[in-house]
């Protein structure tokens, strides 16, 4: 039987519908796009020159542009604004318009081509979180950037255009409307009960512990309540004052590095090769007219996630007109998968 859940932190509603989970498409093979020959890969070590300078990389050894880095940040070659462009307004009739005024960054994530995140070592995965925090300290110096949107695309599902392990940062001078809506919905939360909307769920998934996925003590992943994709997990941090990477000291980018390690391995596990999108839940970096009356309070109701987002399935029609997601799997089921492997 079908259930229309709300999804709290997202302040949206969703539909778990198991029936729908054996249509014909629900057994597609997913196999993610052509390996490209890491001998045309712009991303891979050596091929430096196929990319735009570099903005900042990890590196053990070499000068900037070349071999011996760990990580690696270069402006967008496609890239959707520019930090070059003014940040002006226009009167377009009924319409506004705005300069397309912003950042936005590739960073890859590795020198390894077409590597399984399951397969990235310890390492590795602090490195990446590491060089997103770094980005994320470095851009918001600039004041006219509000908005920060951290994702990984993986796949040709996720919208990955290439194949090499990458993530994008894009800054924006104004916070969308959405992100705004989900702001509002914690700060109100916390007015009204004392507490953040974010500790709340955390105290009742673990009292539960059907949901539950994995848990160290600084982070708890999860598979949301109103999971509005199938096998969607969320990670959370624990402590108050966690609010986006930039709180994170050394031993917190290790415990999220080895809590995503696992969630990754579990994923991978059950689902195979499967394509995916990590998005991370920065609020706001800056005092602007969207975000004056509340900003200081961030701390307080706000709450560093990473959400992960398994692109199993396709929307329809349903989809699309109404805004809601239908989901053919349990939550529930989907975390004892993906915690007992049974």
Known sequence: M??????????????????????????????TQKEETPSRCPFCEGHEAMTPPEIFALRDKGEANAPGWRTRVVPNLYKAVRIEAPWQSHGRGP??????????EVIVDT???????????SDERCDWLTTLRSRLVDLRKDLRLVHFSLFKNHGRYGGATQSHPHSQLIALPVVPKS??????????????????LFQGVLDYEEESGDRIVASDGQFVALC????????????????????SLVDLDGSGIEALAETIGKVMEALYRELGDFDFNILFNTPPMQKNIQTDEWFDE?????????????????????????????????????????????
Not at 9 to 23: C, K, S, T
Not at 112 to 120: G, K, P, S, V
């Open 2 to 31: 079908s259930e229309i859940r709300y999804d709290r932190l997202h302040d949206d509603y969703v539909i778990i519908a198991p029936e729908r989970l054996h249509r014909p498409d629900c057994a597609s093979d997913q196999r």
């Open 95 to 104: 319409y506004d318009l705005w300069e397309g005024f912003g950042a936005h």
């Open 111 to 121: 020198p390894r081509h077409l590597r399984r995140m399951d397969a990235w070592t």
């Open 179 to 196: 992100f705004l809506n989900r702001m509002h919905t914690a700060r109100d939360y916390r007015q009204i009960h004392g507490h953040s």
């Open 224 to 243: 949301p309540y109103a999971s509005q994709y199938a096998f969607e997990v969320q990670i959370l941090a624990t402590r108050e004052g966690i609010a």
């Open 298 to 342: 961030i701390p307080q109701f706000w709450r560093l996630g990473v959400r992960i987002l398994p692109r199993l399935y396709n929307w329809g029609g349903f989809e699309l007109e109404s805004g809601m997601r239908i989901n053919p799997v349990v939550p529930e089921e989907a975390a004892r998968l993906l915690r007992d492997g049974k």
